[in-house]
């Protein structure tokens, strides 16, 4: 494999994860339906302070792109 396509494999890799990294989570609704359980989701902890490198491109990835869409 030659270099631009693991490049391009990696960039293509990060995009989508940035992507997914971005989605809102929809809480379930509340139908009351015959078991009437509560489906609501617990608040996400707050991520470790030590981040991999792969987290820290992700974050400039994410800062370039609002940079760019300030422009």
Same mark, same amino acid.
């Given at each position: 494999?030659?270099?631009?396509?693991?490049?391009? +494999?990696?960039?293509?890799? !990060?995009?989508? @994860?940035?992507?997914?990294?971005?989605?809102?989570?929809?809480?379930? =609704?509340?139908?009351?339906?015959?078991?009437?359980?509560?489906?609501?989701? +617990?608040?996400?902890?707050? !991520?470790?302070? @030590?981040?991999?490198?792969?987290?820290?491109?992700?974050?400039?990835? =994410?800062?370039?792109?609002?940079?760019r869409n300030k422009?």
């Open positions: 494999m030659n270099l631009y396509n693991a490049a391009s +494999k990696s960039y293509v890799k !990060a995009m989508r @994860d940035l992507k997914n990294r971005s989605k809102p989570t929809m809480e379930p =609704q509340k139908t009351g339906g015959l078991l009437g359980r509560d489906m609501t989701r +617990k608040p996400k902890q707050d !991520a470790p302070k @030590d981040k991999q490198p792969y987290d820290m491109v992700l974050d400039a990835m =994410q800062q370039i792109r609002e940079y422009l």
